[in-house]
């Protein structure tokens, strides 16, 4: 059977539940400026890092403020919420220490920027407990691009093929794609039609274990 030798892990929808605090900021943002988001636009920003969404945002909505003022009020709204209402996805903590137990390398790999990922890391220190963190500009490319995955296995010193990410947007699940690795796709963010060209989709942790992500890897490979 083939042997996991990491796991990677999207965060924004996979470890911390942020989707629906992302909408109510984002919301609360845009009213300042008169523009209430369609229901339909909202799947276009799933899985943007920071800069693709204000550009795309800014761009749609005809925004004319200065840019990083936006971006800065935007983080703002972010952090209230996070104040509020940060928590961890149920079962993530089981499923990491058993993935430690077994001595599996674990990777945080994000399209946040830094400032928001030490915001997040100052309350739930994920330094403490994965081998690697990539956020949002380590890498020249950000997802789509494979580059953010292959980077957090090089560190690692992990090979592709002995890897599986885990990812719920769609820019994410092409990035760990296109890095080789296998990939799993988790419910929540974006329409299952889009989910599917993920390698296995679950709804939640209690349908992983490492027999399970062993015997996929090995049919895999």
Same mark, same amino acid.
């Given at each position: 059977m083939k042997k996991i030798q990491a796991v990677c892990f999207d965060m924004d929808g996979v470890i911390i539940d942020t989707e629906p605090l992302y909408e109510i900021a984002e919301t609360k943002l845009f009213k300042e400026y008169g523009v209430e988001i369609p229901k339909e636009d909202w799947v276009l920003f799933k899985g943007c890092n920071e800069k693709r969404f204000y550009d795309l945002s800014m761009e749609r909505y005809e925004i004319k403020e200065n !840019? +990083? !003022? $936006?971006i800065e009020k935007g983080r703002e709204y972010i952090k209230n919420q996070f104040d509020q209402n &940060? +928590?961890?996805?149920d079962g $993530?903590?089981?499923f990491h220490r058993s993935l430690k137990k @077994? +001595?599996?390398k674990t990777a945080l790999v994000t399209a946040s920027p830094k400032e928001m990922f030490d915001y997040v890391n100052s309350k739930l220190r994920f330094d403490k407990i994965f081998n690697e963190i990539v956020y949002g500009g380590m890498t020249i490319e950000n997802k789509p691009n494979p580059?953010?995955? &292959?980077?957090a296995m090089k560190q690692m010193k992990v090979s592709f093929r002995n890897s599986v990410i885990i990812e719920d947007s769609l820019h994410g699940i092409k990035s760990g794609l296109n890095s080789g690795a296998y990939v799993i796709g988790f419910r929540g #963010?974006?329409?299952?039609?889009?989910l599917h060209i993920a390698n296995y989709v679950v709804s939640n942790y209690s349908e992983l #274990?490492?027999?399970?992500l062993e015997n996929k890897l090995a &049919? $895999? @490979?």
């Open positions: !840019k +990083k !003022k $936006f &940060l +928590k961890v996805i $993530f903590i089981d @077994n +001595k599996i580059a953010p995955y &292959l980077y #963010s974006i329409p299952e039609e889009q #274990s490492i027999q399970i &049919l $895999f @490979n």
